[in-house]
Nanobody
Framework: QVQLEESGGGSVQAGGSLRLSCAAS????????MAWFRQAPGSERKFVAA????????NYANSMKGRFTISRDNAKTTLYLQMNSLKPEDTAVYYC?????????????????WGQGTQVTVSS
């Protein structure tokens, strides 16, 4: 089973940028689709972005489109989320998720591998 570990979270001011990373370790599953979700205080876990195995297809939540960019490295062992023009409402715990071969789904129930999350705090 693959293990996922997020990093890169922290505190930034509004308008700033941050890059999150999700490192995969252990036995690699074939053709993983990967995604980012986030959970703000008092709210449900929500979709942020997803990317297929090859990186050719991406999917973004409307509120993140144009500001966030999801990508993965050549070895397909690390997932990234580049976050620009951050807003206070982006404050949340960000989770890395993965699923066996499939579309870049926005449905969290379709992902069966999860990291522990990394905190992102954006101040005004």
């Amino acid at each position: 089973q693959v293990q996922l570990e997020e990093s890169g979270g922290g505190s930034v001011q509004a308008g700033g940028s941050l890059r999150l990373s999700c490192a995969a370790s252990g036995r690699m599953l074939s053709q993983l689709t990967m995604a980012w979700f986030r959970q703000a205080p008092g709210s449900e876990r929500k979709f942020v972005a997803a990317i297929n195995w090859s990186g050719s297809n991406t999917n973004y939540a409307n509120s993140m489109k144009g500001r966030f960019t999801i990508s993965r490295d050549n070895a397909k062992t690390t997932l990234y989320l580049q976050m620009n023009s951050l807003k206070p409402e982006d404050t949340a715990v960000y989770y890395c998720a993965a699923r066996v071969w499939g579309l870049a789904s926005s449905n969290k129930d379709e992902y069966n591998l999860w990291g522990q999350g990394t905190q992102v705090t954006v101040s005004s």
